[in-house]
């Protein structure tokens, strides 16, 4: 007997279709995104190539980030991201809102860059002291310290695990984010936010349970793929309601 489908547009193509730029060797954007994402939309991927988590691959990727956003143009995407944090921060300022400005005109939709999108949540929970967990090596982290500094947060601790490839990041687990992200806590202090950062960073699962923690009590946690997939219902007034942690 054939399945009998309902006429509710989540199960049809009328869904709001959410465009994803992640580097090759993410394997955690696109599980991440599909089980978060709210009921009304999709999750479209393509792909940059990258291997290493270093500042010369991360530059080359960026290449071809044009590219691939034009690929996801042929879905007719309703906005797009660049999935990457480092990726879109290891220039600085001004290179951030530029990719978002490059993506956005081949694909004819909205963009956002996953450094910016937590910048703008930050923001929008109005914090200024916050401590970092990362899977980066110590470059990154001071590269990624710089930017958020630059942009007018107080980094009170950073803390990162030293990880160069890209699928070793992909293995961690919430769990494993839950644990780095409770001992910064407990070393950073009095701090308004923590920031978990990298895409490839397995978390959305986790963050509930940090700020239900003893330790991280009251405290928002805000990840990359949060900030990101949070950003891109903010650009297509999704709503947000399915997304775990404090939003505003």
Not at 6 to 25: F, K, M, N, Q
Not at 117 to 124: E, G, P
Not at 215 to 236: F, H, K, Q, Y
């Amino acid at each position: 007997m054939a399945p009998s489908f309902s006429e509710d547009a989540t199960v049809h193509g009328d869904r709001i279709r959410l465009g994803v730029v992640v580097p090759s060797s993410n394997t955690t954007v696109e599980s991440e995104f599909e089980h978060w994402t709210p009921p009304t939309a999709s999750v479209h991927a393509a792909r940059m190539p990258l291997v290493g988590v270093t500042v010369e691959e991360l530059d080359a990727m960026a290449d071809d980030a044009v590219a691939a956003a034009k690929r996801l143009a042929h879905a007719e995407i309703d906005a797009i991201a660049y999935a990457c944090t480092t990726g879109s921060l290891i220039h600085g300022h001004g290179f951030d809102a530029d990719l978002e400005r490059r993506l956005s005109e081949v694909s004819d939709a909205p963009a956002v860059a996953t450094a910016l999108s937590v910048r703008r949540l930050l923001d929008a929970l109005d914090v200024t002291r916050i401590a970092v967990a990362t899977p980066y090596i110590d470059e990154l982290n001071e590269r990624e310290q710089v930017y958020l500094t630059d942009a007018g947060f107080d980094v009170v601790h950073l803390d990162g695990r030293g990880l160069e490839q890209n699928t070793e990041i992909g293995r961690l687990t919430p769990t494993d984010a839950a644990t780095q992200a409770r001992d910064t806590l407990a070393i950073a202090g009095d701090i308004d936010a923590l920031f978990v950062s990298c895409t490839n960073y397995p978390t959305l699962a986790a963050i509930d349970e940090i700020q239900q923690s003893s330790i991280g009590e009251d405290v928002p946690v805000v990840t990359s793929n949060l900030a990101t997939l949070w950003d891109l219902c903010r650009v297509t007034a999704l709503d947000t309601a399915s997304l775990p942690g404090t939003l505003p």
